[in-house]
C-alpha cells in the first residue's frame, strides 16, 4: 500500500507460502495517520498463513504509533492462530511491546462485569464486617492503652497531653456557648408555646432545666466535639500516615496507640464533662432569657424552679454520658485517621468519615442509655 498522502508505506508479501512479511517504510507517526491493521489482514485473504513477520530496516522514524500498530497486528495474529514474529521491528519498539505485555491492563469501573445483588450484598456484608473487627480490635488496644497508663507504663508525650487539652478545652467554649445558649432559647420557646395554653409558663424553667441537664447538653456538645476535634484528630493522624510518621514510631518500637491515641482520648475524658456542665449552664441561661424577659417571670423564681427541678441522679446522668460520648469522638477520629489512606483526598474522606461515624455512635449509645435508665427508673 503506498500513498502520496502520507510519508509511510504499507507492503505485504509472501515470500513463502505459510509466511507473510509487513514490510514497513518512511516515517510512521502518530501526527501522519497511520493505516488501520485491517490493511495487513485484506492482502493476507490470498491464502493460508502460519508466520506473520516484520521487516523495518527502511523505516526512517517512529513513535509510539509503530508500537500501537505491530501490538494490533500480533494481538489479530494470535487470535487467527498465526504464530507472529516481531524480530523485524526496532529494538525499541521490540522492548516496548514487552513491557506492554508484561503489564496487563487495568480494569476500570466501566469495563467491570455488572455483579448479581446477591454478589453485592455479600461484599457488602464481607466489608462491614472488616471494619467492625477493625473497630473492636481499636477498642481493645485503647483499653490496653488505659490499662498501662493505670500501670504507669503508657509511653507519651506530657506536653502532647496539654496541647490537646488546650484544643479540646478552652479553645471549644466559643462554639459550646453559642450553640448551647441557641438551644436553650430553642428549648424555652417551645415549653412557652405549650405550657401557656395551661397556665403553667413557670415550669419553663423546670424542662429547659432537665433537657439541658440529663440530654441535650452532653449531646450537643459531643456532637459539636465530633464535628470540631473528632474531625481534626482524624485529618491529624490521617496526614500522619500520609507521611509515613506512623510507621516509624512502629519501626522505632513506640506504640502508636500509646503515643499518639491514649493523649487524645484522655483530654476529651477530661474536657467533656467539664464542657457539658458548662453547656447545661449556658442552656439553662439561655431558657432564662425566654422565661424572665418574655413570660415575666422573676429571676428568683425561675432560678428556684430550676434548683427544685434538677436532682443530682439528673446532672450526674449528664456527665457520665459525656465521658462515653468522648471517648467515642476520640478512638472514631483516631481511627479513621489511622485508617486513612496515603493521599490527599483519604485525608479529607477521612474526616467526613470521623463526624459521620462519631455522630450516629453518639446516636446509638444514647439510646442505649435511655433504654437502660428507663428499666432501672432512673
Known amino acids: 500500500m503506498v500513498s502520496a498522502e502520507h510519508p509511510w508505506t504499507l507492503h505485504v508479501v509472501r515470500p513463502t507460502s505459510d509466511v507473510a512479511r509487513v514490510e514497513l517504510t518512511g516515517a510512521w507517526r502518530k501526527q501522519d495517520r497511520v493505516p488501520d491493521t485491517s490493511e495487513v489482514w485484506h492482502d493476507l485473504q490470498t491464502g493460508p498463513v502460519q508466520r506473520l513477520t516484520f521487516d523495518t530496516s527502511r523505516v526512517t522514524e517512529w513513535d509510539s504509533s509503530l508500537v500501537t500498530f505491530a501490538r494490533k497486528v500480533l494481538e489479530e495474529a494470535k487470535t487467527r492462530g498465526i504464530e507472529g514474529d516481531r524480530a523485524g521491528l526496532p529494538e525499541g519498539a521490540q522492548r516496548l511491546l514487552h513491557l506492554a505485555e508484561a503489564v496487563p491492563p487495568r480494569q476500570t469501573g466501566s469495563a467491570r462485569s455488572k455483579s448479581s445483588w446477591l454478589a453485592n450484598l455479600g461484599v457488602w456484608a464481607t466489608a462491614k464486617w472488616d471494619e467492625t473487627v477493625a473497630g473492636l480490635d481499636f477498642l481493645g488496644e485503647g483499653i490496653l492503652a488505659l490499662v498501662a497508663l493505670l500501670r504507669r507504663r503508657a509511653r507519651f508525650r506530657i ?3 496539654l496541647t490537646v487539652i488546650q484544643d479540646c478545652g478552652p479553645r471549644a467554649l466559643g462554639i459550646v456557648s453559642l450553640i448551647s445558649f441557641l438551644i436553650g432559647l430553642i428549648l424555652g420557646f417551645v415549653g412557652a408555646v405549650q405550657l401557656e395554653q395551661f397556665g403553667a409558663s413557670i415550669y419553663v424553667a423546670n424542662l429547659v432545666a432537665v433537657a439541658m441537664t440529663r440530654e441535650i447538653g452532653c449531646i450537643m456538645t459531643a456532637i459539636v466535639m465530633a464535628g470540631r476535634t473528632g474531625a481534626a484528630f482524624a485529618a491529624q493522624l490521617g496526614t500522619m500516615t500520609t507521611n509515613q510518621e506512623i510507621d516509624a514510631l512502629s519501626t522505632m518500637g ?12 484522655l483530654a476529651l475524658i477530661l474536657m467533656m464533662p467539664l464542657l457539658t456542665i458548662y453547656a447545661d449552664l449556658v442552656g ?11 413570660l415575666g417571670l422573676g429571676p428568683t423564681e425561675y432560678y428556684e424552679q430550676t434548683r427544685d427541678a434538677v436532682s443530682l441522679t439528673s446532672f450526674f446522668i449528664g456527665v457520665s454520658k459525656s465521658v462515653v460520648f468522648g471517648v467515642l469522638v476520640a478512638l472514631v477520629g483516631c481511627l479513621r485517621g489511622m485508617q486513612s489512606g496515603r493521599s490527599a483526598a483519604a485525608v479529607g474522606l477521612a ?10 455512635f453518639i446516636i446509638v449509645v444514647d439510646g442505649i442509655f435511655a433504654v437502660i435508665l428507663n428499666v432501672l427508673h432512673l
Open 159 to 161: 506536653a502532647d497531653l
Open 254 to 265: 513506640i506504640s502508636p496507640m500509646e503515643f499518639l491515641v491514649l493523649p487524645r482520648m
Open 284 to 294: 439553662i441561661l439561655g431558657g432564662a432569657v425566654v422565661g424572665v424577659g418574655m
Open 351 to 360: 474526616a467526613t468519615s470521623a463526624v459521620v461515624t462519631s455522630i450516629v
